[in-house]
C-alpha cells in the first residue's frame, strides 16, 4: 500500500469510529464532534474509559496496536454496562463492530465511577497476561529480540545452541511492514506450517534513528535476502514463496564488506580495497584442510582432539574420467567435487556427490586421507601430531552457483571478485556487462521496473546508462568459510533487510546432543551472558546477573509479606 493508500485507509477507520460511538461521547457528556477529529477523539476516549492518555502512542506502533484495539473495544462496551461475557466475546468476533449495536441500541448507561479492577480472578489473570504480551511485544519488536545460532557459519565466534540478545537500536529499530502478524513469532505459528501474517496490507520501509552505523567485521543479523521458503526452517518442498522482508528467513553472519568497499577473495582470505581484513581477535577463520596419515585413518588413530571436527573423505577417480569435459557436467549434476591433488593415473578430489553416480565413476575413498574443518590454531597442532604426514588448506574449484553466476568469471567460494559493494546515492555505470552485478538491487530491492531490449537497457521505461542507488548494502559472510551459506551465494544484503545487532549470549547449549539430559549435562556456563562483539577472551557476567535476579525476586518476596501482614 502507498502513503494515499494508507490515508485513504485511516480516514475510513475514523469515519466509521464516528459512526459507531458518537450516541457514546454524547452519553458521557462530551461532544458528538468530538469522536470524529482524528487522534483528539482517541484521547478524549481514553479519558471517557478512564485509561491513561498516553496509551494513545500505542495506536501508532505496527503490531503492539493490534493487541491495543481488543483492549479498548471491551473497556469501551464495559464503560457502558455491557459486562456479560457474551459482551466481550462479540466484540471481539466482529472486530469492534458490536459498538455500533451498543452506541445506537439505547441501553447504553455511561458509569463514570466503575471499578478498572477485574470482576474475577479469571479477568484479572487475562488481564495480566495481555498487558505483558504487549510489554513483551513492544520490547521483542524494537528493543531487544532473542534469536539462536542453528547452524556453524560463524564457528569458533559464535556457536550451533547459542541463545543470543540482538539489538534493535544499535542500528536503529525497523518498523514491521507486515501490518497483521501474530506477536513474537517470526514465519510461522508454532507446532504448525501456517503462515502467522498477511501478506497484505504492508507498510513501506520505515526505520528509526540508530546509534552507529555498521562496521566492517561487525556480527549482524538480518533477513536473508534470497528467501523464498515458506517457514523458516524445515521447508524441503523447493516451491517459491513469496515473503515480506521482515518475515524472510533470519540469519547472522560478520559484515566483512561495507558500502563503498571493493572486495575480492583470494585462497579463502578477503580482501578489502587491495588491503588484507584484519578481523578481531575473536573471529577464528575455519578452512577445510586435507589431512594425510601414515596408515589407514580409524578409531585408534585419529587425533582425538579432532574427534567433533567436521570432516568429509577423500576420494579418488581415475584422471582419464576426470579430465573428460562431458564427466564434469555430469559431476556438476550430481554434486561438487574440487580437486585436491592428480598423478597419471588417479586425481584425488574432496566434496559431496552422488552414491550411485559415484558407483559409475568407480570412484574409491582414499584410506589415509580426510579433510577435516580447521582454525589456523588447530592446523599448527595437527602437524606436530605423531600420525601426520602433511596437512594442507583446500581450495575449491570455480562454481556457477556463486554469485553473480557468471560462468566466464570462473569464481569459487575460495577466489572471487573484486566487486564493488553499492553505497547509496554513487551511480555506476550500467551496461550488459555489469548488470548481472546489480539486477536484484535494481529489480527486487529498490523495486524498480527492469527490461533488457537487444543491448539497451530500460528502468521504469526509460533508457539507462547508469544507476544511483537508494540505500547501502553490505557483504556477510560465515566465519566457518567452507560451510557458509552467504553473501558468496546470493550477493549484497540491503541495508532495509539489517534486523540488529546480537549483543550478548545469554544461554548456551549443545542443540545437537542427542536427548534433553544430554544437552543439559553440555550446557557452557563460560559462554552464559558473554558480550558477543570485543577484543580477547570473552568474560561471563552470569553471577552477577544471578546476584541481580536473585535481589528482585528477595525484595518482591519481601514486599509480599510486608503486605500479607498488613492485611
Known amino acids: 500500500m502507498n502513503f494515499t493508500e494508507w490515508l485513504l485507509f485511516f480516514l475510513l477507520i475514523q469515519i466509521l469510529h464516528f459512526l459507531g460511538t458518537w450516541k457514546l461521547y454524547v452519553k458521557a457528556g462530551r461532544k458528538a464532534w468530538e469522536a470524529a477529529i482524528p487522534v483528539y477523539n482517541g484521547l478524549v476516549l ?91 511485544t513492544l520490547v521483542h519488536t524494537y528493543f531487544m529480540q532473542p534469536f539462536t545460532i542453528p547452524t556453524s557459519s560463524l564457528e569458533k565466534s559464535l556457536l550451533v545452541g547459542d541463545y543470543l540478545f540482538v539489538s534493535k537500536f544499535h542500528y536503529g529499530a525497523r518498523v514491521p511492514s507486515s501490518v497483521i502478524s501474530l506477536p513474537m513469532v ?82 579463502g582470505y578477503v580482501y578489502l580495497n587491495g588491503k588484507k581484513n584484519e578481523l578481531p581477535s575473536r573471529a577464528k577463520i575455519q578452512f577445510y584442510y586435507t589431512y594425510e596419515a601414515k596408515s589407514t585413518i580409524n578409531g585408534s588413530n585419529f587425533p582425538q582432539f579432532l574427534i567433533e571436527k567436521e570432516r568429509i573423505g577423500v576420494y579418488k577417480i ?83 552457483a556463486i554469485f553473480p553466476h557468471i560462468k566466464s568469471n570462473n569464481w569459487s567460494q575460495d577466489n572471487f571478485g573484486p566487486i564493488y559493494i553499492p553505497k547509496a546515492g554513487v ?29 539497451t537497457i530500460f528502468i521504469n521505461g526509460i533508457e539507462a546508462t547508469s544507476y544511483t542507488f537508494k540505500q547501502d548494502y553490505y557483504w556477510l559472510m560465515g566465519d566457518n568459510r567452507h560451510n557458509s551459506l552467504d553473501a558468496r551465494y546470493w550477493g549484497y544484503v540491503p541495508f532495509d533487510h539489517v534486523l540488529g545487532k546480537p549483543v550478548m549470549v545469554w544461554f548456551s547449549w549443545n542443540a545437537n546432543a542427542a536427548s534433553f539430559g544430554e544437552k543439559l549435562k553440555s550446557i557452557r556456563w563460560d559462554r552464559m551472558f558473554t558480550t558477543v562483539h570485543g577484543e580477547g577472551a570473552p568474560v561471563s557476567y552470569r553471577y552477577y546477573v544471578l546476584a541481580l535476579l536473585a535481589l528482585y525476586f528477595g525484595y518482591s518476596f519481601y514486599k509480599g509479606k510486608k503486605k500479607t501482614a498488613k492485611k
Open 186 to 267: 517470526h514465519d510461522s505459528i508454532p507446532l504448525t506450517k501456517l503462515p502467522s501474517y498477511l501478506k497484505k496490507p504492508q507498510l513501506p520501509y520505515t526505520r528509526l534513528p540508530g546509534l552507529q552505523k555498521i562496521k566492517n567485521n561487525d556480527i549482524v543479523c538480518f533477513n536473508w535476502p534470497a528467501d523464498s521458503l515458506a517457514t523458516m526452517w524445515g521447508d524441503n518442498s523447493g516451491k517459491f514463496t513469496y515473503k515480506p522482508v521482515d518475515k524472510k528467513t533470519n540469519y547472522v553472519k560478520r559484515s566483512v564488506g561495507i558500502a563503498g568497499d571493493s572486495l575480492e577473495i583470494r585462497d
Open 46 to 136: 481514553l479519558q471517557i474509559i478512564k485509561r491513561p492518555k498516553w496509551w494513545i502512542l500505542l495506536f501508532f506502533i505496527p503490531v503492539v496496536n493490534l493487541l491495543m484495539f481488543p483492549v479498548i473495544w471491551i473497556e469501551t462496551i464495559r464503560t457502558f454496562g455491557f459486562y456479560k461475557k457474551i459482551d466481550s466475546f462479540l466484540v471481539l468476533v466482529t472486530l469492534g463492530l458490536y459498538i455500533f449495536y451498543v452506541n445506537y441500541a439505547g441501553e447504553a448507561n455511561y458509569n463514570p465511577e466503575r471499578s478498572l479492577k477485574p470482576r474475577s480472578e479469571l479477568g484479572e489473570w487475562v488481564s495480566s497476561i495481555t498487558f505483558a504480551i504487549i510489554a513483551a
Open 427 to 455: 551511480t555506476v555505470k550500467l551496461d550488459l556487462a555489469s548488470l548481472p552485478y546489480y539486477k536484484q538491487i535494481i529489480q527486487n530491492y529498490e523495486n524498480n521496473d527492469l527490461a533488457v531490449v537487444g543491448a
Open 318 to 400: 581415475l584422471s582419464e574420467y576426470w579430465n573428460n569435459s562431458k564427466v564434469q557436467e555430469a559431476i556438476k549434476k550430481n554434486g561438487n567435487l574440487s580437486k585436491i591433488s592428480a598423478d597419471s593415473l588417479y586425481t584425488e578430489v574432496a566434496g559431496g556427490i552422488n552414491r550411485d553416480f559415484a558407483r559409475r565413476l568407480k570412484m574409491e575413498s582414499v584410506p589415509n586421507k580426510i579433510n577435516i574443518n580447521l582454525t589456523a590454531q588447530e592446523v599448527l597442532k595437527l602437524e606436530k601430531y605423531k600420525e601426520t604426514v602433511s596437512v594442507r588448506k583446500l581450495n575449491f574449484n570455480a562454481d556457477n
